[in-house]
Antibody, heavy 126, light 110 residues
């Protein structure tokens, strides 16, 4: 079955860039049926959706994170990645990658997240 | 402050039934499908319910979902100690153009 696994540094200094990769196994990221998402959870708090990427490279991010977020995909490696720049302590969280469906009306938007990675803790501290 | 409002905690005895509410607005729950997630301690969230009331393969029929107007409800019957977890609702908000989640509800099985 499809599995997702996050990887990347667990400690990032303030003002620097957080970089994480999600490796998809057991299925192809190039399936046109899914969006590939990043979601985070600060310690002891709730879930915050960061953004998604489609295998074609089209992407959309949470407006609250403004232009700090870049999500990219490497179909040859069956991976997608997250870059979050200018990090502060408020970006300390468990970061999850997740597969999700999507719905299309006038535009398309993410639907339920059916497969999640185990999550990786990222601490922003000097 | 979450866009979707859930009670911080609920509790019930083993074998009983519990419901968890998720209140939103016309721009999210009122005009879209809701999903529910279970997060056991120290683990990633798991999809329990999608499209308001559908269960993924492998999810027990003890879990159910419903929606009325701008609110959604997760129901759990035959409570077990293994159901102790945090539960989150989520959906797309058409006005904010973002996925929104509830703040989470901690279920305690007494």
């Amino acid at each position: 079955q499809v599995q997702l696994q996050e990887s990347g540094p667990g400690l990032v200094k303030p003002s620097q860039t957080l970089s994480l990769t999600c490796t998809v196994s057991g299925g192809s990221i190039s399936s046109g049926d899914y969006y590939w998402n990043w979601i985070r959870q600060p310690p002891g708090k709730g879930l915050e959706w960061i953004g998604y990427i489609y295998y074609s490279g089209s992407t959309y991010n949470n407006p609250s994170l403004k232009s700090r977020v870049t999500i990219s995909v490497d179909t040859s490696k069956n991976q997608f990645s997250l870059r979050l720049n200018s990090v502060t302590a408020a970006d300390t969280a468990i970061y999850y990658c997740a597969r999700g469906g999507f719905r299309c009306g006038g535009t398309c938007y993410p639907d339920a997240f059916d497969i999640w990675g185990q999550g990786t803790m990222v601490t922003v501290s000097s | 402050q979450s866009v979707l409002t859930q009670p911080p905690s609920v509790s019930a005895a083993p074998g009983q039934r519990v419901t968890i509410s998720c209140s939103g607005s016309s721009s999210n729950i009122g005009d879209n499908y809701v999903s529910w997630y279970q997060q056991l301690p120290g683990t990633a969230p798991k999809l329990l319910i999608y499209d308001i009331n559908k269960r993924p393969s492998g999810i027990s029929d003890r879990f159910s979902g419903s929606k009325s107007g701008t609110s959604a409800t997760l129901g759990i019957t035959g409570l077990q100690t293994g159901d102790e977890a945090d539960y989150y609702c989520g959906t797309w908000d058409l006005s904010l153009s973002v996925v929104v989640f509830g703040g989470g509800t901690k279920l305690t099985v007494l």
